[in-house]
């Protein structure tokens, strides 16, 4: 079985478009966690019509770390994802992503590619051929709506850090699923990515959502390099290519997207710096119980 966790706030009609591509899965041994950080009962009706699928609705505070949480104590299956509520699966996908455990079972992890409806790649510079994911190339690799693990590897990492997320309490409004990889790589499990699997999203970079959300994001970034100890020269490698995204759009003339790029940077270094204390204590990953 495989056990798909959703977390969902704000979005009908994106919830909706995802429950009808699980409807058309050509794999059926599934279930759907819902779990709705929604003031109010607006989900009822979209579960309601999507009653051929083996859905479980569960109510929880604000927090995409929390959410995930909740729905892994709830996950029966010996796989599991975490697909945003706005991403939707190709009819082929769970069987396809079934089949490769299967044949890979060395690997613990897989990361598959992001694409728009139109095809095109939406998500982060991820590699055009499959490989081995390390802590080196994980910002490539790693995206959580593509992200798919053994029930092997949640159980022994446990709980996503409700510290950082979005919605988490903290400034840190991401960064939850690369953390959750490195653990999982520090324990010793492997991953791979294939980008001859796709799950479906809207582009990750538009650039008003970019000013909304890189520096929050940035110093997500920037945490999880201090917590891991990447070192300084990968952690200048990061900050390199902020600065120098910044230097190509000012060539060009965009002065917008120039703003973003110093946004990460600055974003980055502050989070790495300000992650230090963490370093100096004994860090635990709490799971914060939501009411069914």
Not at 73 to 92: F, Q
Not at 104 to 128: C, D, I, M, W, Y
Not at 174 to 203: C, K, N, Q
């Amino acid at each position: 079985m495989v056990s798909l966790i959703v977390a969902t706030v704000n979005r009908l009609d994106e919830l909706e478009r995802l429950l009808t591509s699980l409807e058309k899965q050509i794999y059926r041994d599934f279930e759907v966690i819902v779990v709705d950080q929604n003031p109010d009962n607006r989900l009822v009706a979209v579960l309601a019509a999507h009653d051929r699928l083996e859905i479980k609705h569960v109510r929880c505070a604000r927090g995409l770390s929390r959410a995930r949480n909740a729905g892994l104590r709830l996950a029966r299956g010996d796989l599991i994802a975490i697909p945003d509520d706005d991403c939707w699966y190709p009819p082929d996908l769970l069987e396809s992503v079934v089949r490769w455990f299967e044949i890979h079972p060395e690997f613990g992890l897989l990361g598959v590619a992001t694409r728009t409806e139109e095809n095109r790649p939406s998500g982060p510079n991820s590699p055009r051929k499959g490989r081995r994911c390390t802590k080196d190339t994980v910002w490539g690799c790693g995206v959580s709506p593509a992200l798919f693990l053994r029930r092997s590897v949640t159980d022994a990492v446990g709980s996503f850090d409700e510290e950082i997320g979005v919605g988490a309490a903290s400034r840190y409004q991401s960064g939850e699923e690369t953390d959750y990889i490195l653990r999982a790589l520090e324990l010793g499990f492997r991953m791979w990515f294939e980008p001859s699997l796709t799950v479906h999203h809207p582009a990750f970079d538009s650039l008003e959502r970019l000013k909304k959300t890189t520096y929050s994001f940035a110093l997500g970034t920037g945490r999880i390099l201090r917590v891991h100890k990447y070192s300084l020269f990968q952690v200048g490698a990061h900050l390199l290519r902020s600065c120098g995204g910044a230097v190509v759009s000012v060539l060009r003339g965009n002065l917008g997207k120039a703003r973003v790029y110093m946004l990460r940077a600055l974003g980055q270094l502050v989070g790495y710096l300000a992650a230090g204390h963490l370093l100096r204590s004994s860090h635990q990953y709490r799971s914060t119980p939501c009411r069914s």
